[in-house]
């Protein structure tokens, strides 16, 4: 028997990674490969925005580009070793409708369940915004419900961007499913750095630096929001200050 499993792990060592995404973006887990020189076959990415689908094809080249994961037959989609999703977290996000599960949009992750269970990847990577396992805790909690039926063991943790010497300060839930039948030793998350590239190395002060983007839309809303929530601290910020 153990002879048998050796020889299964090496079967799949010798071959290449069959990876597939959806929610896909921009499919920086494939750009993430290609740094790492991993050996992979990018199988299937599958998003609804059609420049997202325009950039996928001329970076990525996948087998197969889905166009929306809603009403997609099950026998459409080709088998796999490694997924990656993130549901649409505008569900989810605070800076979203934050109707969580209720949400068409955050029901969704059952359209990902549907692919782990009927195609049994050995590996599992879903990311989303930390409030998944807040405000919004059923979501976790399917994957929690989902996962051990499927026979997956797994491990979920939220990482923030500045703790891997990135200037940017943007948490996010990261959960790691592997197949239990694969799994060798333990799930294990990245160790964080001791330190980080401060931003003002990478883009230093200007004296034509704007308080607020020029346009009208969601990132003047999101900016306006920021200020309106330093304004309200005990100890006000004026973000409009130079010294700030």
Not at 86 to 111: K, N, Y
Not at 187 to 206: A, D, K, Y
Not at 223 to 239: G, H, L, R, S
């Amino acid at each position: 028997m153990a002879t048998s499993k050796r020889r299964r792990h090496e079967d799949v060592a010798q071959r290449l990674l069959r990876v597939g995404t959806d929610f896909s973006g921009c499919d920086m887990i494939v750009e993430v490969l290609k740094r790492l020189a991993v050996p992979h076959e990018h199988i299937f990415s599958c998003d609804n925005n059609r420049h997202c689908q325009a950039l996928i094809q001329h970076c990525h080249h996948p087998q197969i580009i889905f166009a929306n994961i809603i009403g997609r037959p099950i026998s459409e989609v080709p088998d796999i070793d490694l997924y990656v999703f993130g549901a649409p977290c505008t569900a989810f996000s605070p800076a979203g409708l934050r109707g969580g599960l209720a949400d068409p949009a955050g029901q969704l992750v059952l359209e990902a369940l549907r692919v782990v269970h009927h195609r049994r990847p050995r590996v599992i990577i879903c990311e989303n915004v930390p409030s998944v396992v807040g405000v919004h805790k059923g979501f976790i909690m399917l994957l929690e419900a989902a996962l051990p039926i499927a026979s997956y063991t797994w491990s979920w943790r939220i990482l923030s961007t500045a703790s891997y010497g990135i200037p940017q300060r943007r948490r996010r839930f990261y959960l790691i499913a592997v197949r239990s039948d694969c799994l060798q030793g333990e799930i294990q998350f990245p160790h964080e750095l001791t330190s980080m590239v401060p931003l003002t190395s990478l883009v230093p002060r200007s004296p034509r630096w704007q308080a607020l983007p020029p346009r009208q839309g969601p990132a003047r809303q999101l900016v306006e929001w920021a200020y309106e929530k330093m304004a309200a601290k005990a100890d006000p910020v004026n973000p409009f200050l130079k010294s700030v």
